[in-house]
């Protein structure tokens, strides 16, 4: 059973912005502390991008992305599950990346940190 669910990607130009989703189901979401967002790039190591503590408190992001991308949680009281979205404007071909969503008990940019993982989702973004 996949608890996370990565939704949006695709090829966007440089200087474009994309949005990638993540859909947390409701038990990982209540045990996690913090919700990730993770890259890889072909024959590259993965590395974080941006993380979130479910409890609205506190955001990371690496020097890379920040002030271009933003990391934010929605949680309806209504809906089961939580949607952790990541923002990504003024893209560079440096962004091109599987990206992975991940829950854990410890918020940071440390993907040992992380239990629960996404199968990712591809963005590209082209000269």
């Known amino acids: 059973q996949v608890h996370l669910v990565e939704l949006g990607g695709g090829s966007v130009p440089t200087g474009a912005s994309q949005r990638v989703s993540c859909i947390v189901s409701?038990?990982?979401?209540?045990?996690?502390?913090?919700v990730a967002w993770f890259r890889q790039a072909p024959g590259k190591e993965r590395e974080g991008v941006a993380a979130?503590?479910?409890?609205?408190?506190?955001?990371?992001?690496?020097?890379s992305v920040k002030g271009r991308f933003t990391i934010s949680q929605d949680k309806p009281h209504n809906v089961k599950e939580a949607t952790v979205s990541l923002q990504m404007n003024r893209l560079k071909s440096e962004d091109t990346a599987t990206y992975f969503c991940?829950?854990?008990?410890?918020?940071?940019?440390?993907?040992?940190?992380?239990?629960?993982w996404g199968r990712g989702i591809r963005v590209t973004v082209s000269p």
């Open positions: 409701e038990d990982i979401y209540r045990d996690s502390n913090c």
């Open positions: 991940a829950a854990g008990p410890v918020c940071g940019l440390d993907a040992s940190a992380y239990r629960e």
């Open positions: 979130i503590a479910t409890d609205g408190t506190t955001t990371y992001y690496d020097p």
